[in-house]
């Protein structure tokens, strides 16, 4: 069993910054895929950034630009750079790892932009 524990989250003004962190532990496996999504109220969950354990990206387009994901292999560590903030980035954040020892799902960090 995976434990994801995810921090970072919190309020910030439009065209601030903030940093997510997803600490993977319990994995026998190497974890080969580590990401984020993202539930607004009201809306589907979906993607905001993947990263492969070799170090390959994949973002939505409307965070291009704006997101970076990060990885440290070493700490199993997922890391999620956010700049430039929107009203529209508010939703609640979670982080997934998916490798040969299944599919896992952190509880969630809130992410909210306003002013």
């Known amino acids: 069993q995976v434990q994801l524990v995810e921090s970072g989250g919190g309020l910030v003004q439009p065209g601030g910054s903030l940093r997510l962190s997803c600490a993977a532990s319990?994995?026998?496996?190497?974890?080969?895929?580590m990401g984020w999504y993202r539930q607004a109220q009201g809306k589907q969950r979906e993607l905001v950034a993947t990263?492969?354990?070799?170090?390959?990206?994949n973002y939505a387009d409307s965070v291009k630009g704006r997101f970076t994901i990060s990885r440290d292999n070493a700490q199993n560590t997922v890391y999620l750079q956010m700049n430039s903030l929107k009203p529209e980035d508010t939703a609640v954040y979670y982080c997934?790892?998916?490798?040969?020892?299944?599919?896992?799902w952190g509880q969630g960090t809130q992410v909210t932009v306003s002013s």
């Open positions: 997934r790892t998916v490798g040969p020892g299944g599919n896992y």
């Open positions: 990263i492969t354990n070799g170090d390959n990206t």
């Open positions: 319990g994995s026998r496996f190497s974890i080969v895929v």
